[in-house]
């Protein structure tokens, strides 16, 4: 006879189904939950990848599968289970994480392009100096002095820095007007003026002409003064569809990178998407050529490095003339910038046609070989500055320039740098301005991923004779400048041409 249960033990059984049955159902609903996150995350994983518009369309394709595929494992983990598929929920809650971090990198990413795109704005420091032993230590002590300006040398931003002076002491200073930044300088030093109102951009100009007008005398205040440049333009695909000249600034500061200032490297990049073609010209820093830009006298005669002092829209206008091309497009990096974007690469490999030493002009000693180096950021700088220890000098350290330009080029433009690619433009954002548009430089760089093409660069550099002539930014003083080559200038103007027609350079030789 069977043996009848009773009701507790029928009650505490049915008790423990029910328990089992609500952490299965709390199981399920986690692993849907799991599910249902790790969808919406892959989502917006793909429209911020999306919108950072850098990836052509397989990479995208790419991306989407490989999103799907990692969301098919979680559905089989959880769907098709047997047990409780704990597993999969941890490795959905681990990918959803890693996706969520990834979202966050890219939007950065897009962030960053953003700080180094789109530059257009010149910065000027303006500055008010009295002599070292003066006892003024404010703007304030010296508002009763006689202050020495100039208007002949960037009027507009010296009137600016006046007018916002007298608006901030709430008083009209007294001015006395000086023929150029050399006569200012001599006059703070003769004591016919107690002050002096100056671009510091205009700093050496001053010391050239006055012996330890920096050492002798101290800032009191200082103001910054932006304007808005209207350079570049085009449509986000017009740079990888027209051949366009960009113009590399190597300005010789250590500070904000947008600073007015002059520029000792000064080479241009004439690029021609169709053909894949790059040539470099290198212009050396003392050549003897006629000025022309917004705050110049129109073909005044000086030394190129002089220009940049006027803004790099000088520099833009002064080179185009020479070369008869236009130039909208500007790359600008101080000598900070250069170390920090080499080591980044993690270096570059740099061809030099000779063996020599650098020296103290670099700042940093070592052995150059003939033929390929590969330099860390530091190594890289000294090589770009060394001219006294070179045959040819300045001539030779232009072309020493473009190779490390040529070495930076090749490494960025390698698909190996995708991997990098947030940790570079982390540190390019604080190094780098250019004028090219976000949307441009994402075709560009879209374009190339997609393509993955070959570039061919080649360089070539202005040469000349060296001398002394008086310059628009000294001239009272005689200066070394050089005197540039006729028939090299005229050379390279038709070489320009060739890259800009859609032509082939020469290959294999040399092109000065």
């Given at each position: ?310 803004g790099i829209e000088t520099s833009m206008e002064t080179l185009g003339e020479l070369y008869e091309t236009d130039i909208n497009y500007y790359v600008r990096l101080n000598f900070t910038s250069l170390i920090d974007i080499v080591d980044i690469l993690g270096g570059i490999d740099v061809n030099s046609e000779y063996a020599f030493s650098t020296g103290d002009e670099s700042g940093y000693v070592m052995e150059v070989k003939e033929g390929l180096n590969h330099f860390n950021g530091e190594q890289a700088l000294a090589f770009c500055r060394e001219r006294h220890n070179l045959e040819d000098g300045d001539n030779q350290r232009g072309k020493n320039q473009q190779a490390v330009i040529t070495g930076m080029l090749k ?102």
């Amino acid at each position: 006879m069977a043996k009848k249960r009773r009701p507790a033990e029928k009650a505490g059984r049915s008790s423990k189904n029910t328990g089992r049955y609500s952490k299965r159902t709390a199981t399920n609903r986690f692993g849907s939950f799991c599910l249902i996150l790790q969808a919406a995350i892959s989502v917006i994983f793909m429209i911020v990848v999306m919108l950072l518009n850098m990836l052509p369309m397989n990479y995208l394709a790419l991306i989407a599968m490989v999103l799907l595929f990692l969301w098919c494992i979680t559905f089989t983990t959880q769907a098709v289970r047997r047990k409780r598929g704990t597993g999969g929920k941890i490795y959905s809650v681990l990918i959803t994480c890693v996706l969520l971090i990834g979202s966050y990198y890219i939007a950065e990413t897009y962030n960053l392009i953003a700080a180094i795109t789109g530059g257009n704005v010149r910065v000027d420091k303006m500055a008010v100096a009295v002599m070292a032993e003066d006892p003024a230590q404010t703007i304030e002590d010296a508002m009763d002095y006689q202050f020495g300006v100039q208007f002949q040398q960037g009027g507009d931003n010296i009137q600016t820095a006046v007018t916002n002076l007298q608006e901030e002491l709430n008083t009209t200073l007294s001015i006395t007007e000086c023929d150029s930044v050399q006569a200012q300088a001599q006059s703070l030093f003769n004591g016919e003026v107690q002050a002096v109102i100056y671009n510091e951009a205009y700093t050496e100009l001053m010391d050239d002409a006055v012996e330890g007008f920096s050492s002798n005398t101290r800032i009191i205040y200082e103001m910054t003064i932006r304007t808005e440049l209207n350079l570049g333009g085009g449509s986000d695909d017009s740079l990888t569809k027209e051949p366009f000249t960009v113009y590399i600034s190597g300005i010789d500061t250590y500070g904000e990178v947008s600073e007015t200032s002059r520029s000792d490297v000064n080479i241009i990049a004439v690029v021609n998407p169709s053909t894949r073609q790059i040539l470099l010209i290198t212009t050396p820093r003392d050549s003897y050529v006629p000025l022309y830009g917004p705050d110049v006298q129109q073909g005044a005669m000086d030394k190129l490095t002089h220009a940049g002092v006027y803004g790099i829209e000088t520099s833009m206008e002064t080179l185009g003339e020479l070369y008869e091309t236009d130039i909208n497009y500007y790359v600008r990096l101080n000598f900070t910038s250069l170390i920090d974007i080499v080591d980044i690469l993690g270096g570059i490999d740099v061809n030099s046609e000779y063996a020599f030493s650098t020296g103290d002009e670099s700042g940093y000693v070592m052995e150059v070989k003939e033929g390929l180096n590969h330099f860390n950021g530091e190594q890289a700088l000294a090589f770009c500055r060394e001219r006294h220890n070179l045959e040819d000098g300045d001539n030779q350290r232009g072309k020493n320039q473009q190779a490390v330009i040529t070495g930076m080029l090749k490494k960025v433009i390698s698909p190996t740098m995708l991997l990098r690619a947030g940790t570079i433009m982390n540190q390019v954002s604080k190094d780098v301005e250019m004028n090219v548009s976000q949307g441009q430089l994402n075709s560009l760089i879209r374009n190339q991923l997609g393509s993955n093409a070959d570039w061919t660069i080649q360089s070539v550099a202005l040469t000349g004779t060296g001398g002394e002539d008086y310059c628009y930014s000294a001239s009272s003083q005689l200066l070394y400048v050089m005197y540039p080559d006729e028939t090299e200038l005229q050379h390279i103007i038709e070489l320009a041409n060739i890259v800009e027609e859609g032509g082939t350079l020469p290959q294999g030789e040399s092109l000065n």
